[in-house]
T-cell receptor, first 110, second 112 residues
């Protein structure tokens, strides 16, 4: 089976940096993804890591350590519009569905 | 580009009635998925299809059925709805590399 753990809520100040952690247990591992979901909206893709290391896309970065079964999403220069839920997801092969964590609700405050 | 289209966007359904949630994609993705989202439980997989003509069960398949007659369409059917099936349902698709999933806008279903 597969399971993912991430914090349920995080609060951070506008302009600051926040890190959302994700640990996973899976029988096989293909990649770790991150999705953003605003209230009332659909999940949208943010990043994907298949190999160890940091992937950077603008203000967002994602990190993976396969040996530690751990990853994180790093959001820099936080903006109010970053207030949303963030989900990590894993797949254990190229043709198996994503399994999602329960999500982390990020609140950005002034 | 439309991407993934779900219909209806919302529905109130009497318990015991049947309903089909529609999902169509125009990206020619092989894989399609149905998830339900409930507060505090994240996205849970109901059924999936890796290619036209094949389907598989996810984490919470009971009470639901799917079909994949062609690449573009992946309908989800509730044969006899129960209140516990009240949820937001998301259809998604991904290409063969499975590195990125695209989601529809969701169907909010209330079973009363």
């Amino acid at each position: 089976g597969q399971s993912l753990e991430q914090p349920s809520e995080v609060t951070a100040v506008e302009g600051a940096i926040v890190q959302i952690n994700c640990t996973y247990q899976t029988s096989g591992f293909y990649g770790l993804s991150w999705y953003q979901q605003h209230d009332g909206g659909a999940p949208t893709f943010l990043s994907y890591n298949a190999l160890d290391g940091l992937e950077e896309t603008g203000r967002f970065s994602s990190f993976l350590s396969r040996s530690d079964s751990y990853g994180y999403l790093l959001l820099q220069e936080l903006q109010m519009k970053d207030s949303a839920s963030y989900f990590c997801a894993v797949s254990h092969s190229g043709n198996t569905p994503l399994v999602f964590g329960k999500g982390t609700r990020l609140s950005v405050i002034a | 580009t439309a991407g993934i289209t779900q219909a209806p966007t919302s529905q109130i359904l009497a318990a015991g009635r049947s309903m089909t949630l529609r999902c169509t994609q125009d990206m020619r993705h092989n894989a399609m998925y149905w998830y339900r989202q409930d507060l505090g439980l994240g996205l849970r997989l109901i059924h999936y299809s890796n290619t036209a003509g094949t389907t598989g069960k996810g984490e919470v398949p009971d009470g639901y059925s799917v079909s994949r007659a062609n690449t573009d369409d992946f309908p989800l059917t509730l044969a006899s709805a129960v209140p516990s099936q009240t949820s937001v349902y998301f259809c998604a698709s991904s290409d063969s590399a499975n590195t990125e999933a695209f989601f529809g806008q969701g169907t909010r279903l209330t079973v009363v």
